[in-house]
């Protein structure tokens, strides 16, 4: 089955609020949903601070990554400011 990155990118004026009021719903989704979710985790840059997140998920193909993402307890916050999903293909 194919694997795919998510990469989130959040909006930095609304994580702080949104993350400690929805963190435990968020938390609750990604076990519920651990057959596809393989992996998952913020993301930090250079300096430390947030920069988003990563999931890796095992679908048959974009569109039910897409629908899974929806699916987030995060999704309807407004928490991320943008989303991409792509299809890995592991060489090495």
Do not use: K, Y
């Not at 990155?5 to 609750?28: I, K």
């Not at 949903?33 to 992996?39: E, K, L, P």
């Not at 993301?43 to 629908?67: N, S």
């Amino acid at each position: 089955m194919p694997l795919f990155a998510v990469l989130f990118e959040d909006d930095p004026a609304r994580a702080e609020s949104v993350r400690q009021r929805h963190m435990a719903e968020h938390l609750a989704f990604l076990e519920r949903n651990n057959s596809a979710i393989c992996a998952a985790g913020p993301l930090r840059d250079t300096t430390d601070a947030p920069a988003g997140g990563l999931w890796l998920v095992e679908a048959t193909e974009a569109a039910a990554v897409e629908a899974l993402v929806r699916e987030d307890p995060f999704w309807p916050t407004g928490l991320r400011r943008s989303v991409r999903v792509l299809e890995w293909r592991r060489v090495f």
